[in-house]
């Protein structure tokens, strides 16, 4: 099992990581001002089972990497961490065009409301390369089986997304129904 102070800097990481706006955030907020808090937590539902499935594989596989070959483990931190580096710079350098045009958005049954944001973040390799360069940074396999660690760790980020997703959602929904 990780150590304390590895859950509490994994879930800093995992707010610092929720905060930061990206395409999930941004359909979650305006899918939650034009059809209200109840479709922003469905939709929210499906991102977080996409989550869970992305996390099932990066638990199972860096957990079958360890056990194959140890010095690959080292080798795909390594690798993380210098993604974890470039996604930084792509976020600060100048230039760069926004991939999110604002557009008036039709109005989604639940059932393809959770779809979509199950889809789009089982289907976002953005979100599946995160997973693979920001969890195996707090596993340590002096401290027990890594499957374990890498579950308790992504249950972590789950609920610290969670949690801020939904007060994002319902934030959303209320100051749209507030200017209605």
């Not at 990481?13 to 001002?33: C, E, F, H, K, Q």
């Amino acid at each position: 099992m990780p150590s304390p102070s590895a859950h509490i800097a994994f879930a800093l990481v995992a707010l610092d990581t929720v905060l930061t706006p990206g395409p999930n955030l941004i359909y979650l907020v305006s899918r939650s001002i034009t059809q209200g808090v109840a479709a922003g937590l469905v939709l929210l539902a499906g991102v977080r089972w996409g989550f869970i499935v992305h996390l099932l594989a990066v638990a199972f596989g860096v957990t079958a990497l360890l056990l194959a070959v140890p010095l690959a483990f080292d080798a795909l931190r390594g690798a993380g961490a210098l993604y974890l580096v470039y996604l930084a710079w792509q976020s600060v350098k100048s230039g760069g065009r926004s991939p999110i045009e604002v557009t008036r958005l039709p109005v989604d049954p639940p059932a393809r409301l959770f779809a979509f944001g199950f889809l789009t973040n089982v289907l976002n390799s953005k979100v599946a390369v995160l997973y693979l360069s920001l969890l195996p940074q707090f596993f340590d396999p002096s401290r027990g089986n890594v499957l374990c660690q890498g579950l308790v760790l992504g249950i972590i980020q789950i609920c610290v997304s969670l949690s801020v997703n939904v007060t994002i959602a319902a934030s959303s929904g209320s100051v749209a129904v507030f200017f209605v």
